[in-house]
């Protein structure tokens, strides 16, 4: 362009040079000079629109340097042999044209000279094919056809597959890369085809197939071998091609597959990765694909299998972890295996952070509203606040300045917030049996109910996440499910629930089932019993609970069955199918049978398929439960009303569209009059049933248990969110803020917070405190310093508004729990294990913030301590090979996605280096940074086992380039590896 209009430019150079030294130019002057120019810039511009294509091949003929002249001369001369003579020419031309194209292709950055320089011969060398040439060159003349079919061939016409077919049948890597991958890609486009002939095809395919696959794996393209086996249904021969130096890659590559294919193919991908590791006697890692298949006797047989002693207990931290329980003869595996010491990790790990002193309520409050909200809130109100902040703070710590050391805090509280505080002793406790117990005996003989039902409810929190040999919750709480006092039954209940969940034991099924079955229970007790058995056997397929909890719902009257606690009968029965998948069609069949297309027998059924595709990515269950969403309450009982009268049909779409618009502007100013009074109309609204819209609030919060820990679903969630804000129902926007906070627990991503900062000024209260609890749940451990700030200024916000101060304080206890030591995120392993038991207590709170009125602010507030199966220690503790607590340097940084790149990329980026312990938050990883110790898991979280290297093997130093092993951690990712004061 430059070099084109350079004559022009000078021309009116010259002409601005001569006007400053000659004032007297005249306008005409200056006009005469532009005209030149201008007429300069049109010649200059036609002689360039009238070299069209012309010129663009004059350039590339002078483009080409002398010896792509020669190279295109004489490829030239080679098909025109081809074309003109016959016998031993011919051969000696395709001998020729396959030596260039060869030399060609050995690196294919670009496309090959050989291949653009017969471009134009491509149509007539097939057609010369086809017209038949001698029975000696055709092999040879096909291969060539099919190298030049990769660049050339159109789409569809599968031209380098069909020539290859006919070819010499040399190896398919002689021909480069490029090549290799566009056959592949080929084979499994013409694998798919169901004609007869492309059925007669299979066995030259497979033949083929068994060429390709080795050279990809050979070649660090085991992403790609891995594509074209799974595509021919070849899944199993993949670990055929695994060895030391490549099984990494390739299992890391087919877990990641296991979460975009269906059942069963899922399971089949994931059980290759798992033959791979045992072959290789990588046992931490087979554990953890047995512990995603969830088969307890797979998990077994691997812990058997392994003869390392150091390596097995590795294992036992991995069970433990994920609360599967395994009995051996090795006292001290059984320690580990049971998280018998894992009290003294924590309050080890809490003392080397300096956090391990007690915490006040009014140290996490930190607002000048606390006078206010005091005056506000009544003080029993605020003491039961207190007390659940209390117990998130300082869970796991053992001690408090609040109900420890035989205060009488407890005796502050009224009527069921007794029962809470008492409770809260539990949290405090956490996993120390030893020291726990006696301290909630005393209150078992309390004469006050509450305090009883407390301490009883205490008893099962202390033992969650950890197993006694005396099995002392088993014991003591059995004693109270059969109590007098039905408070200390529901809390007996709930406490085995607690105490035992994810654990199948056939004994307290044994003790609750009669109560389940029992028609004269009340529904409370029904709907508790129901909830723990779910607990217990939660992911399990357990058919006899099943038919109970059905059976119970079909006999009961509607008065009980449409109270608001009966939603925890459905999530039992949810639970007993979590990530099961199509194993839930069976119950769906006979929930229909459950109030006959009623509000409460959709909200059921729903709660069964949401739980039952949880964190699976289902796009079809996703986009059924987005067109619940869309439903608006306006048209439907417009259409119900219509069918009941024998009115005309449904209105068209025009009208229904004008009709949602009216519905939406009607919520809109509905939600800005209940500013005023949005307790009373609350309750207006719920005197016809509380699951009336519920099941569209349900299908939202199904929306992100589906899309979980699946990163792209969960991105689109997040966008779907914003218009279900916009244009929802009022039951959608209440679901919304606790959908994104199931999205992203113990991750306060920027963009979520701020969306939910907004909706915590929301004018329907309860879409208010459903945010409140969200921005608790997506700081949950972590002490965000902007969530806490938000928080402290909504305190301030409705300081005069007691149930809602409540929620916020409730969302601070969650923000601070265990003082940065706790995290409530249920994925592990770099997302791929989930924990069944602990996303089951995450849920009971959700399900019961759907109706906040009648649970959590009403006399159902302990439900929050569910959260208790939820909480990990999210710290990285080393130890030596004794079992003892090793200081090592480590780097933590922010994950980085290495699946399907070749060699031995960084798993992380940004790192800090640290000494152990260390931190980790949601998105990051951490590797060791020396070479000192070897870990006994390439994934380090937890508690990790290392053994020393041998001096003479060590080399190098710790900033060397010496590959570290690769750490995957669900921490959770924020600015510190260690918490702030």
């Known amino acids: 362009f430059g070099v084109a209009y350079f004559p022009a430019v000078d021309a009116l150079v010259a002409m601005v040079e001569k006007t400053p030294n000659s004032q007297t130019n005249t306008d005409a002057d200056g006009d005469a000079a532009m005209s030149d120019a201008t007429k300069q810039l049109d010649t200059v511009d036609k002689s360039k629109k009238g070299s069209g294509a012309k010129g663009k091949k004059q350039e590339e003929v002078q483009e080409m340097s002398d010896e792509d002249k020669a190279l295109k001369e004489r490829l030239d001369e080679l098909v025109a042999t081809l074309t003109e003579t016959k016998d031993k020419?011919?051969?000696?031309?395709?001998?020729?044209?396959?030596?260039?194209?060869?030399?060609?292709?050995?690196?294919?950055?670009?496309v090959p000279k050989?291949?653009?320089?017969?471009?134009?011969?491509?149509?007539?060398?097939?057609?010369?094919?086809?017209?038949?040439?001698?029975?000696?060159?055709?092999?040879?003349?096909?291969?060539?056809?099919?190298v030049l079919g990769t660049t050339m061939g159109k789409e569809g016409s599968l031209d380098c597959l069909r020539y290859r077919l006919e070819g010499t049948g040399s190896g398919a890597g002689w021909w480069g890369h490029s090549y290799v991958r566009t056959l592949s890609m080929e084979v499994g486009i013409a694998f798919q085809r169901t004609d007869e002939d492309a059925k007669a095809l299979q066995p030259k395919l497979m033949a083929l197939v068994d060429d390709i696959a080795p050279y990809h794996f050979a070649h660090n393209a085991e992403h790609e071998g891995c594509d074209l086996l799974m595509e021919v249904d070849r899944t199993k021969d993949i670990a055929g091609y695994a060895d030391e130096s490549n099984y990494s890659r390739i299992c890391l590559y087919l877990v990641s597959c296991a979460q975009y294919v269906p059942e069963p193919e899922d399971s089949e991908i994931l059980r290759v990765a798992l033959a791979i590791y045992r072959s290789l006697k990588k046992f931490p890692d087979a554990l953890r694909i047995a512990l995603r298949l969830g088969s307890r006797a797979l998990v077994l047989e691997i812990f058997e299998e392994c003869d390392d002693p150091l390596v097995k207990k590795q294992l036992g931290f991995m069970l433990g972890r994920q609360h599967m329980y395994l009995d051996t003869p090795d006292d001290d595996l059984n320690e580990i295996i049971y998280n018998t010491r894992l009290s003294e990790h924590f309050a080890s790990v809490a003392r080397e952070l300096d956090v391990y002193e007690a915490k006040n309520p009014e140290d996490v409050y930190k607002d000048d509203a606390s006078s206010v909200a005091r005056r506000s809130m009544n003080s029993a109100r605020a003491n039961l606040a207190a007390s659940i902040v209390n117990a998130f703070v300082n869970a796991g710590y053992g001690h408090d300045k609040m109900v420890t050391n035989e205060s009488t805090f407890i005796f502050k509280n009224k009527d069921h917030a007794m029962l809470t505080a008492t409770a809260s002793l539990g949290m405090v406790m956490l996993w120390d049996v030893d020291g726990g117990l006696p301290a909630l005996d005393k209150h078992l003989y309390s004469s006050d109910t509450n305090i009883k039902a407390g301490a009883v409810l205490g008893i099962g929190m202390l033992n969650s996440g950890v197993f006694n040999d005396c099995d002392p919750a088993f014991a003591l709480l059995s004693e109270y499910v059969n109590d007098d006092a039905a408070t200390v039954r529901r809390s007996?209940?709930?406490?085995?629930?607690?105490?035992?969940?994810?654990?199948?034991?056939?004994?307290?099924?044994?003790?609750?089932?009669?109560?389940?079955?029992d028609g004269e229970t009340?529904?409370?007790?029904?709907?508790?019993?129901?909830?723990?058995?779910?607990?217990?056997?939660?992911?399990?397929?357990?058919?006899?609970?099943?038919?109970?909890?059905?059976g119970g719902l079909i006999e009961r009257p509607e008065s009980e069955v449409n109270d608001t606690i009966a939603r925890f009968a459905s999530l039992g029965l949810g639970l007993l199918f979590l990530s099961r998948q199509e194993e839930c069609d069976a119950t769906l069949e006979a929930l229909s049978a459950v109030g006959e297309g009623s509000s409460m027998s959709k909200y059921c059924a729903l709660t069964v398929e949401t739980c039952a595709y949880a964190a699976t990515g289902n796009v079809l269950k996703v986009q059924k439960l987005l067109h619940i969403c869309g439903e608006h309450e306006d048209e439907n009982s417009e259409e119900s009303a219509g069918n009941e009268e024998g009115e005309?049909?449904?209105?068209?779409?025009?009208?229904?569209?004008?009709?949602?618009?009216?519905?939406?502007?009607?919520?809109?100013?509905?939600?800005?009059?209940?500013?005023?009074?949005?307790?009373s109309g609350a309750q207006s609204k719920e005197q016809k049933s509380v699951y009336e819209r519920a099941y569209q609030s349900l299908a939202v919060l199904g929306v992100s248990l589906v899309a979980m820990g699946e990163e792209l679903g969960s991105e689109m969630s997040l966008r779907t969110f914003d218009h279900l804000m916009q244009y929802g129902d009022d039951a959608v926007k209440r679901a919304v803020p606790l959908s994104l906070a199931l999205l992203n627990i113990s991750s306060p991503a920027y963009a979520v917070a701020d969306t939910l900062g907004k909706i915590t000024h929301d004018a329907d209260l309860d879409v208010a405190r459903s945010a409140i609890l969200g921005l608790g749940l997506i700081g949950a451990g972590t002490n965000n310093a902007r969530i806490a700030g938000m928080l402290r200024q909504l305190a301030t916000f409705y300081s005069r508004e007691a149930n809602t101060l409540f929620v916020v304080r409730t969302a601070q206890g969650l923000l601070y729990a265990g003082k940065s030591l706790l995290s409530m995120s249920q994925f592990s392993s770099d997302g791929l294990l989930m924990s069944r038991s602990g996303l089951a207590g995450l849920l009971v709170v959700l399900h019961a913030a759907l109706d906040m009125p009648g649970t959590i602010l009403a006399d159902h507030h302990y439900l929050l301590f569910s959260l208790v199966l939820s909480m990990n220690p999210r710290f990285l503790v080393t130890l030596d090979e004794e079992g003892k607590t090793v200081n090592v340097p480590l780097r933590v940084g922010q994950a980085v996605?290495?699946?399907?790149?070749?060699?031995?990329?960084?798993?992380?980026?940004?790192?800090?280096?640290?000494?152990?312990?260390?931190?980790?938050?949601?998105?990051?990883r951490a590797e060791l940074a020396t070479d000192e110790y070897e870990a006994q898991t390439s994934v380090l979280e937890g508690f990790v086992v290392l053994r020393k290297v041998a001096n003479d093997a060590t080399s190098g130093g710790a900033d060397g380039d010496a590959p570290a092993a690769a750490a995957k951690t669900d921490g959770a990712g924020g600015d510190e590896a260690k918490p702030s004061a």
């Open 648 to 679: 005309a049909p449904p209105a068209t779409n025009a009208q229904n569209s004008a009709t949602s618009s009216a519905a939406n502007g009607a919520s809109g100013s509905g939600a800005n009059a209940s500013s005023s009074n949005s307790e």
């Open 492 to 517: 007996a209940i709930l406490g085995l629930g607690l105490a035992y969940a994810g654990s199948e034991r056939e004994d307290i099924l044994e003790l609750l089932m009669p109560i389940l079955a």
């Open 89 to 110: 020419l011919r051969e000696a031309a395709l001998e020729q044209l396959k030596t260039e194209i060869r030399s060609a292709t050995a690196s294919m950055t670009s």
């Open 114 to 146: 050989p291949l653009k320089f017969l471009r134009p011969h491509y149509e007539n060398l097939k057609a010369l094919f086809s017209a038949g040439i001698e029975a000696e060159n055709r092999a040879l003349f096909a291969d060539i056809l099919s």
């Open 522 to 550: 009340p529904v409370d007790l029904f709907s508790f019993c129901a909830l723990a058995l779910g607990m217990i056997f939660t992911g399990t397929c357990h058919s006899g609970v099943a038919e109970a909890i059905i």
């Open 897 to 924: 996605d290495v699946v399907g790149q070749a060699g031995r990329p960084k798993t992380i980026t940004g790192f800090q280096t640290h000494d152990s312990p260390v931190l980790l938050k949601v998105g990051e």
